[in-house]
């Protein structure tokens, strides 16, 4: 199904003249996953700088922030889905990583290994992410 | 320090005459090297020596490549580690490796998608300037405030 969504939004991108990347007609799941690595990292990467040049620039120091947040009176469910949203990109980041390093020492190269991996990366990822939110 | 380099020849016929057959100026010492031209349809690897004076670039490139996977797998080490053991080296630890992998990671992606020369130099250029402040950032936050692991536990407890 996820396929025939893909090839619907191909046909857009013919119309609209967007990249030829995004037109390509037959995605698979390692190249979907290859993009979300590369996002993934991007994101974090964005994250960590954020982080880095906030504690130059702005006043205060963390716990001063933490206890604005708390003053916020978020409810536990809310909370609880910003802990699962940042811990995501970070573990599928992670397990994506361990599965490029596998490749680099030439292992798991075959196509059937590629998506049996490639599966077991996203159910390691949901899995550890919910059980890292729920700490 | 001499590389070598197994060149392996595709065995169809078609496939060893092209390898082998693109007209190519090769320096002295490499050509004394190699065997006799094979005949078509030869099937089997040669070994090509090459110094170093001639090859510092992919040499570099792929000393590179190694520290780019030393410091993946540091990270990865690094980060059950910060949980077990949480203290000051591991955040100065964390804060180096971290921002050194993004480094080399907004690199590689600087490298794939921004082609003309002079504007890849200057995206470089940026990168640098942010993964320096971002490292400063860090150490400033480890020395001044609680710590990236007291931050993490912290931030965790909300």
């Known amino acids: 199904m996820a396929a025939l969504l893909l090839r619907h939004v191909g046909r857009h991108c013919l119309r609209a003249h967007l990249g030829p990347q995004l037109c390509v007609r037959n995605w698979s799941l390692p190249m979907a996953m290859s993009i979300c690595h590369r996002g993934t990292g991007v994101a974090l990467s964005a994250g960590v700088s ?18 604005l947040v708390k ?43 590629l998506y049996q991996s490639g599966v077991l990366v996203l159910v390691l990822t949901v899995l550890t992410s919910a059980g890292l939110a729920a700490m | 320090m001499a590389c070598i380099w197994r060149l392996s020849v595709l065995c169809s016929a078609q496939g060893g005459r092209v390898l082998l057959r693109t ?8 050509s004394a090297f190699l065997q006799d031209r094979p005949t078509p349809g030869w099937c089997g690897t040669q070994h090509i020596h090459l110094s170093p004076s001639r090859h510092s670039g992919s040499k570099a490139a792929s000393l590179h490549w190694t520290g780019e996977r030393v410091v993946s797998v540091l990270l990865l080490g690094l980060l059950p580690a910060a949980y077990l053991n949480p203290s000051s080296a591991m955040d100065y630890s964390l804060a180096a490796v971290l921002t050194l992998h993004s480094h080399w990671g907004l690199g590689q992606v600087a490298t794939d998608y921004v082609q003309a020369s002079a ?24 020395y001044h405030d609680v710590g990236i692991c007291k931050a993490v536990a912290m931030l965790w407890k909300l």
């Open chain 2, 23 to 30: 007209p190519v100026v090769r320096p002295a010492h490499v």
């Open chain 1, 50 to 67: 954020l982080f880095g040049l906030s504690a130059l620039v702005l006043p205060g120091n963390f716990e001063s922030y933490l206890e």
């Open chain 2, 119 to 142: 504007l890849q130099k200057a995206a470089k250029a940026g990168i640098l300037a942010l993964s320096a402040l971002t490292f400063a950032g860090l150490c400033y936050f480890n």
């Open chain 1, 71 to 113: 003053s916020l009176s978020l409810g536990p469910a809310l909370i609880h889905t910003a802990k699962f949203a940042l811990v995501f990109p970070l573990m599928y980041h992670t397990w994506n990583g361990i599965r490029h390093l596998m490749w680099d020492l030439g292992k798991g190269l075959k196509i059937p290994q």
